[in-house]
């Protein structure tokens, strides 16, 4: 290890030599979804960030296929493939061009995102010669299947990654029958955000969507998928006439979410805007009356954060997670549901439009979330780790419980 140690060193005074450290960023799809957003906050926050005494980043992302367009014309971004491979002999073509574009790249560090992106990465980036690896687990366990979760632990066990980030206490919990040599890899980052707040009326923002007018419009903010359980939001419609439904995002789900409205008769107010950069979210959040996230499987619900930030009232399913990162100095900024219970959901969504004393205390609060996850928290704490990696000083992953070691901007 020791020997390891020095090579990377050497190696990064070569480096420092020649230019700035270079990191690249491994997703699966190009799209607009949680993860890709927080890489893209990391990366553009290490690439432009102004510290004295501290390396300059070169930041590439790498995409194993083409999801959207919402990456294309972003600097030093790469993709192995158009579509996801669907044949034995398009998932070939795929790890060899993985391998050959991590070698073309040439990284100093590597960071790896959601389980596919930790496993087909790590492995593709060792074989590569890769010094640094740190992996994120950002997918939900009931997102991701019983071999590729033994797989991530074998490589865990081999060495495959130099640390492992987990973006909330629920998540930490979900590795602590794992052996300690991975554990002792894992390292809380809670996740920062960018404020969506904006300053423009309600109806003005929804004429930028075609939405309607003068109606209760609830929303979410998702990608089209059944793990996100959109249809207990839609089946709401049927129990609620007066409500009209309004989601950002775009998934494999879409047809079936339609299929659920036509066949309830509420089709006509249901209104599925597709994706969106990051920069229009806080348009539509303001085009909203409460913010709905059913989710039946989260590591930390960045959706729900960002509305409850920007002033949004919002109704969650009832998951520990989503409990642990709603919260404010131990007072909920948000109401829980089981969202599977149509009238459950429905009565929670209506006690925002009824208590309007317990909604304004839920968007005061929430509006405090930035102040608990920073970016600035988030990419420093990432700098952290890098440097701690490569031997540059920085902080170590620990094993202790995250509630005694969770990098937020106040500890900074």
Same mark, same amino acid.
């Given at each position: 290890?020791?020997?390891?140690?020095?090579? #990377?060193?050497?190696?990064?005074?070569?480096?420092?030599?020649?230019?700035?450290?270079?990191?690249?960023?491994?997703?699966?799809?190009?799209?607009?979804?949680?993860?890709?957003?927080?890489?893209?906050?990391?990366?553009?926050?290490?690439?432009?960030?102004?510290?004295?005494?501290?390396?300059?980043?070169?930041?590439?992302?790498?995409?194993?296929?083409?999801?959207?367009?919402?990456?294309?014309?972003?600097?030093?971004?790469?993709?192995?493939?158009?579509?996801?491979?669907?044949?034995?002999?398009?998932?070939?073509?795929?790890?060899?061009?993985?391998?050959?574009?991590?070698?073309?790249?040439?990284? +100093?560090?590597?960071?790896?995102?959601?389980?596919?992106?930790?496993?087909?990465?790590?492995?593709?980036?060792?074989?590569?010669?890769?010094?640094?690896? #740190?992996?994120?687990?950002?997918?939900?366990?009931?997102?991701? $299947?019983?071999?590729?979760?033994?797989?991530?632990?074998?490589?865990?066990?081999?060495?495959?990654?130099?640390?492992?980030?987990?973006?909330?206490?629920?998540?930490?919990?979900?590795?602590? $029958?794992?052996?300690?040599?991975?554990?002792?890899?894992?390292?809380?980052?809670?996740?920062?955000?960018?404020?969506?707040?904006?300053?423009?009326?309600?109806?003005?923002?929804?004429?930028?969507?075609?939405?309607?007018?003068?109606?209760?419009?609830?929303?979410?903010?998702?990608?089209?998928?059944?793990?996100?359980?959109?249809?207990?939001?839609?089946?709401?419609?049927?129990?609620?006439?007066?409500?009209?439904?309004?989601?950002?995002?775009?998934?494999? +789900?879409?047809?079936?979410?339609?299929?659920?409205?036509?066949?309830?008769?509420?089709?006509?107010?249901?209104?599925?805007?597709?994706?969106?950069?990051?920069?229009?979210? @806080?348009?539509?959040?303001?085009?909203?009356?409460?913010?709905?996230?059913?989710?039946?499987?989260?590591?930390?619900?960045?959706?729900?954060?960002?509305?409850?930030?920007?002033?949004?009232?919002?109704?969650?399913?009832?998951?520990?997670?989503?409990?642990?990162?709603?919260?404010?100095?131990?007072?909920?900024?948000?109401?829980?549901?089981?969202?599977?219970?149509?009238?459950?959901?429905?009565?929670?969504?209506?006690?925002?439009?009824?208590?309007?004393?317990?909604?304004?205390?839920?968007?005061?609060?929430?509006?405090?979330?930035?102040?608990?996850?920073?970016?600035? @928290?988030?990419?420093?704490?990432?700098?952290?780790?890098?440097?701690?990696?490569?031997?540059?000083?920085?902080?170590?992953?620990?094993?202790?419980?995250?509630?005694?070691?969770?990098?937020?901007?106040?500890?900074?």
């Amino acid at each position: 290890m020791l020997q390891r140690i020095e090579t #990377i060193q050497a190696d990064m005074r070569k480096r420092k030599k020649a230019g700035p450290i270079r990191l690249l960023f491994i997703q699966t799809q190009a799209e607009m979804a949680g993860a890709q957003e927080i890489s893209r906050l990391i990366g553009e926050g290490l690439a432009h960030a102004e510290r004295i005494g501290e390396p300059e980043y070169e930041v590439h992302h790498l995409f194993f296929y083409r999801k959207t367009a919402a990456f294309d014309r972003w600097a030093n971004v790469h993709f192995c493939l158009e579509d996801s491979p669907r044949n034995p002999v398009s998932f070939m073509v795929f790890l060899w061009k993985l391998l050959r574009m991590i070698r073309r790249i040439q990284p +100093d560090v590597l960071l790896t995102f959601q389980h596919y992106g930790n496993i087909f990465g790590a492995a593709a980036g060792r074989l590569a010669g890769v010094p640094v690896v #740190i992996a994120n687990h950002v997918s939900a366990p009931a997102t991701v $299947s019983p071999a590729a979760r033994r797989i991530d632990r074998v490589l865990g066990l081999l060495g495959a990654y130099d640390v492992i980030t987990v973006n909330s206490n629920e998540t930490w919990r979900n590795f602590q $029958s794992y052996p300690a040599r991975y554990r002792r890899l894992l390292t809380h980052v809670p996740h920062g955000f960018e404020d969506k707040s904006v300053e423009i009326g309600r109806q003005e923002a929804r004429a930028l969507f075609g939405l309607p007018p003068g109606v209760l419009l609830i929303g979410s903010v998702a990608r089209l998928h059944p793990l996100k359980q959109l249809d207990a939001a839609v089946a709401v419609l049927a129990e609620r006439p007066a409500l009209h439904l309004a989601i950002a995002g775009q998934g494999p +789900d879409e047809q079936r979410l339609r299929a659920i409205a036509d066949g309830l008769g509420v089709s006509d107010r249901l209104h599925l805007v597709g994706d969106m950069p990051p920069q229009k979210v @806080g348009l539509f959040l303001a085009s909203l009356n409460a913010f709905v996230f059913p989710s039946l499987a989260e590591t930390f619900g960045l959706a729900a954060v960002e509305a409850a930030q920007a002033g949004v009232p919002v109704v969650a399913n009832d998951l520990p997670v989503l409990r642990e990162v709603l919260d404010v100095d131990g007072e909920p900024c948000a109401l829980f549901a089981n969202a599977a219970d149509t009238d459950d959901f429905a009565a929670c969504i209506d006690q925002v439009f009824q208590d309007h004393a317990a909604t304004a205390r839920m968007v005061v609060l929430g509006r405090r979330l930035a102040a608990r996850y920073s970016v600035a @928290g988030m990419v420093d704490a990432y700098a952290g780790l890098i440097g701690q990696a490569l031997g540059r000083g920085g902080s170590a992953p620990v094993s202790r419980p995250p509630q005694s070691m969770a990098l937020h901007s106040s500890q900074r």
